[in-house]
């Protein structure tokens, strides 16, 4: 069964739409399970907690990459092999690609070597498809400032650095155009949601 991951700048939209597709699914009679990164199992969640809190100012770039592709790992293990194995789609809120446009790209790593760091992490496991929701830098980081919870480490990063995770997904897209689609998220949440929809029908022959 498909392996289908969102990408995207905070506040892109991404978790919306994933709840979306999970309950048009469920509509369809299509087994899903939904999975979030960092996090999503007990390991991962005291991970993310090291990962986003803001005592960790000084933290390495690559303590943070190897700590997010931990954090992966385990995910992958004991959560989405079991599920895909089962029959069921899953539905990933961030997965490698975040890594390479925020560590490899952002954090100036190397998007080659935080993928081989991945892929040695995951075992291989890439997505069937990837769905980046583009959105404006300024956009995101208004949107970011009318919530009324504080910023996480990496929401805290200045400006320029949410500018170079954009630009490293549209570089992604450029170089694994099979897996990766973009999509403009600055469009309702219905267009939006209509061409995932589409691509997914494409894609997979479902009918949703
Ligand atoms: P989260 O609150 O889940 O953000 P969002 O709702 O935007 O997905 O926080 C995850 C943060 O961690 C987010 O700012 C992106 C960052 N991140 C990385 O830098 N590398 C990664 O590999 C992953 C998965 C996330």
């Given at each position: 069964m498909p392996f289908i991951t969102f990408e995207g700048i905070d506040q892109s939209g991404k978790s919306t739409q994933i709840e979306k597709l999970a309950a048009a699914l469920g509509q369809a009679g299509i087994a899903a399970i939904q999975v979030r990164e960092p996090g999503g199992t007990a390991l991962g969640d005291r991970i993310r907690e090291i990962l986003l809190?803001?005592?960790?100012?000084?933290?390495d770039s690559w303590s943070e990459a190897l700590l997010y592709a931990a954090a992966r790992a385990q995910l992958v293990s004991e959560v989405i092999r079991p599920a895909l194995a089962a029959g069921k789609t899953v539905l990933s809120d961030r997965y490698i690609d975040s890594s390479l446009a925020y560590q490899g790209f952002a954090r100036r790593l190397g998007c080659q070597r935080v993928l081989d760091l991945n892929l040695w992490a995951t075992e291989g496991l890439l997505p069937d498809l990837t769905l980046v929701l583009h959105l404006d830098v300024a956009c995101s980081r208004s949107r970011l400032s009318l919530r009324d919870t504080g910023e996480d480490r990496i929401e805290s990063e200045p400006l320029d650095f949410h500018k170079r995770v954009e630009d490293g997904y549209h570089k992604l897209e450029g170089m694994f155009p099979d897996r990766i689609t973009g999509i403009?998220?600055?469009?309702s949440v219905e267009e939006v949601f209509s061409r995932i929809v589409a691509l997914c029908r494409q894609r997979f022959g479902w009918e949703l």
């Open positions: 809190g803001p005592e960790h100012e000084g933290m403009d998220g600055d469009k």
